[in-house]
């Protein structure tokens, strides 16, 4: 029987940015439920503050579905880009 109403869903993203103010996580929540957190991206920088890695749909400490690998020239110039 259909009712005529259509479910609220609320998501909330959470960024957490690193003491130099760069991105460090993206998490999101579905309807304020902690059990339906993800944690989405991580981002890892080098020492001049270029994104050096991203892990993707991290699901543990060394488990993710997909890791990003960025590599600089020495003018900071995005030279590769591996998935």
Same mark, same amino acid.
């Given at each position: 029987?259909? *009712?005529?109403? @259509?479910?609220?869903t609320i &998501? ?13 996580? +993206?998490?999101?929540? +579905? %309807?304020?439920? &902690? #059990?339906? /957190?993800? +944690? @989405?991206? +991580? %981002?890892?920088?080098d020492?001049?503050? /270029?994104? $050096? *890695? $991203?892990?993707? #749909? &991290?699901? #543990?400490?060394?488990? /993710? ?8 020239? @020495?003018r900071?110039?995005? @030279?590769?880009?591996?998935?």
């Open positions: 029987m259909y *009712s005529g109403t @259509i479910p609220q &998501v909330l993203t959470m960024l957490h940015y690193d003491a130099a103010g760069w991105l460090d996580s +993206l998490k999101k929540r +579905l %309807n304020d439920n &902690v #059990g339906l /957190q993800r +944690l @989405i991206a +991580l %981002n890892n920088y020492s001049l503050a /270029q994104l $050096k *890695s $991203k892990r993707l #749909g &991290v699901t #543990g400490a060394a488990t /993710q579905v997909e890791t990003l690998n960025y590599e600089y020239n @020495i900071g110039w995005l @030279i590769r880009f591996e998935w």
